[in-house]
């Protein structure tokens, strides 16, 4: 889809504050995808509540709802004091949030603030989801007070919620399987190319190259299938949903699908906000918009010469960010987090490539193709995921509207059917130009302060 047209209107009503556009809204990204029936479950809100999820869906429970102002619903924006506004009504959900199925730091980021859109975007099963919403209820806002902050745009939100109802009367959410198929049948078709090729070939340099190469390209659309599998793109059926994220992402590329969900979800919510967004927090090894080069510079911390971190890129971050960073970032995770079912999936990806490679290869062999796979992917993954975001606006918590927060955070791009495949259909942009500015915001609080 086009967003070159809405980005224009965009940034006119920023200085107008108000407008009619044309956009599209962050995919189906549903932290309630490990959510089940909740019926004969019961949750405690702030200690305070125990109620019947199955009996406040059947209006056998009435809670007297109270009445807040956004200023005492401010107040609640601590890690042990969560309020949340979702549609005027008001949640406790500082009990609920290490329940969280998407995370507790979701709900963390959004503390004392509105969610309303946000909440649409990411959950996708309402009527699943609501149920556990009933019991965290404990009121609503003040008929005086307007649905959103004061220092939001209200018109650029109302006509976001009506373009979304329109495009979903107009079916333009609706998953279309056989393209996600055929997607999935690329992958396969060159993982047995890879082996049929080193199968009749043999083991060569050249070979070695060639079937690098196309386990590269299967590594990376294997990625983009799986973004889509996290934002049930592809089914409505969480278990199946869940199932073919692990097929894909663990399987296919050796990667935790607990850990990829929990850092995508929280980029997802808070765009480009640091630190909330875990995508803009790359320190000590790269510094990344205004706020984090101007800390690091004022305490006079200075464990590279950041000056030239956009030079330092290409060497560093381009051929190792998916070999190391993520790989490691992946195996901490489930270390940390005790995530036994990652763990039996990405070492199938493993046992899948020594069995697939290894008669050829021996095991010691196995393991550095995979370790060059991984490094030729790095700077097609590097490229795509993360240049449509850095060049564009990072800066601390405003607490602006969810649509202002996404749409100055993402990069135009051009539709074409090469770029459509090569970018998995994200949007992107090449620039190392904002690399460079934060360089020189680090070196003027380094030296000046």
């Known amino acids: 889809m086009r967003v070159k047209n809405f980005k224009s209107q965009f940034q006119n009503s920023r200085s107008s504050r108000a407008m009619t556009f044309e956009s599209e809204s962050v995919g189906n990204g549903n932290p309630e995808e490990e959510t089940h029936q909740a019926e004969g479950k019961t949750v405690a809100a702030n200690g305070k509540a125990d109620i019947s999820a199955k009996q406040e869906a059947n209006g056998k429970y009435d809670r007297p709802r109270k009445r807040f102002t956004w200023q005492e619903i401010h107040r609640h924006n601590q890690k042990e004091d969560q309020w949340l506004v979702i549609d005027r009504k008001v949640y406790n959900v500082t009990d609920w949030a290490n329940r969280h199925p998407g995370g507790h730091r979701l709900l963390n980021h959004y503390a004392g603030q509105d969610a309303t859109d946000v909440f649409r975007a990411m959950h996708d ?3 699943i989801v609501q149920l556990y919403q009933k019991p965290l209820l404990i009121g609503e806002l003040d008929p005086g007070e307007p649905s959103q902050e004061k220092n939001k745009n209200a018109q650029l939100v109302e006509d976001f919620q009506a373009l979304r109802k329109s495009l979903e009367a107009m079916k333009m959410f609706d998953i279309n399987p056989r393209f996600f198929f055929l997607h999935f049948c690329q992958i396969i078709i060159l ?7 080193v199968h009749h070939l043999g083991t060569s340099w050249p070979v070695t190259i060639f079937i690098s ?4 390209i299967s590594q990376a659309q294997s990625g983009f299938l799986q973004h889509d599998l996290g934002h049930i793109s592809i089914s409505k059926k969480l278990k199946w949903k869940r ?3 692990r097929l894909v992402m663990s399987n296919f590329k050796g990667l935790s699908v607990d850990w990829w969900n929990h850092r995508h979800f929280q980029h997802h919510v808070k765009t480009n906000i640091y630190p909330k967004d875990p995508d803009t927090d790359v320190g000590p090894l790269f510094l990344l918009g205004k706020t984090h080069p101007v800390k690091y510079g004022k305490k006079k911390i200075k464990y590279i010469n950041y000056e030239k971190q956009h030079l330092y890129f290409y060497m560093v971050a381009l051929p190792f960010m998916m070999p190391v960073y993520f790989n490691m970032s ?6 940390l987090h005790w ?10 990806f493993y046992i899948r490539n020594l069995i697939t490679f290894g008669p050829f290869y021996g095991i010691f062999g196995t393991m550095l193709l995979i370790f060059l796979v991984k490094i030729l992917e790095s700077p097609w993954i590097a490229y795509v995921t993360q240049m449509s975001h850095i060049p564009m606006e990072m800066n601390e918590e405003k607490n602006e ?18 770029n459509d495949w090569f970018t998995g259909h994200l949007n992107f942009q090449i620039e190392h130009q904002a690399l460079k500015k934060s360089g020189a915001l680090w070196v003027d609080a380094y030296y000046k302060t």
Request: proline letters at 0%.
């Open 401 to 418: 509207d969810w649509v202002s927060t996404q749409v100055i955070a993402t990069c135009n791009v051009e539709q074409s059917f090469f």
């Open 191 to 197: 993982e047995t190319l890879a082996w049929l090729t």
């Open 330 to 335: 992946s195996i901490y995770f489930m270390y």
């Open 243 to 245: 199932l073919m994220q």
């Open 213 to 216: 190469i196309i386990l590269a």
């Open 125 to 127: 099963h309402l009527d």
């Open 339 to 348: 995530c036994w079912v990652d763990i039996a999936w990405v070492a199938s």
